[in-house]
Every structure is written in C-alpha cells, then in structure tokens.
C-alpha cells in the first residue's frame, strides 16, 4: 500500500553558512527558535508570515518582554522584514504580516532573496582611550 505525502513543507531548513554569520552565533536561543517558527510558517508562495505577538508567546512559550525581544532581534539583524502592521482597528484583528529574507521580497522571475542578515555585524563598543 503507498503512502501518501502530507501536504505542505516537510521540514524547516538553516543552512550550515546562515549558522556561521555574527547574525546567527550572536541572536538568542529565543530568536534562533522563533525564525525557525517563521520559517515553518511560510507556504512557499509570496514571501508573507503572519504572525502576531501573543502568537509568537504561545509557540515559544514565553512571555510579552522575550517575545519582542526576540521578533526585534530577527528585524535588527536583517531576517525579517516588517511588511504591514498589524493592529485592532479593523472590525477582524489582524498580525503583523512580515518577509523572510532568505527569500526573494517579490514573486517573479529573476527575483533574488535579499539576505540582509549576511551583512549584519554586531555593534563595536565605543572604546574610551587612556
């Protein structure tokens, strides 16, 4: 009897050369977890993740201050992008819709990812002379 495929990506990928970046070996565990959760939500199609601040709470189990911390360290270092705000003045709540920038902004051909988190380095500490 054959099995059938579920639908959907079967995994979420990091790349080995994404791991050796300042932008990853530097993010913490709670931003490291969070990308891979935005990276499991996108569909492959038109580079949109939806997700909303207690959502992200609810999947990495943490709290308000960490949430944002680790959505803002993925924005700083150049991960993701914020496409659209999201917010409570609709009649229907909606999330912030965000880019992931290991994939092309645009759905076209000859579109390349931007990959912002490659040229990210950390920030030199203001050294005080003596």
Known sequence: ???????????????RWEMDTPAWQ?????????LIEMRSLYNGHGNRVF???????RRLGIGRKLAEKARDELIERGWI???ARGHFGRKVRH??????THEPLEDRDGATAPKDYMKWTPPHENSRGT
């Open 26 to 34: 530097t993010m913490s565990c709670y931003g490291r977890a969070l």
């Open 1 to 15: 009897m054959a099995r059938s495929k579920p639908q959907g990506k079967q995994h979420v990928r990091i790349y």
């Open 51 to 57: 997700i909303s601040r207690s959502e992200i709470e």
């Open 95 to 100: 999330a912030t819709e965000y880019a992931l």
């Open 81 to 83: 992008r914020i496409l």
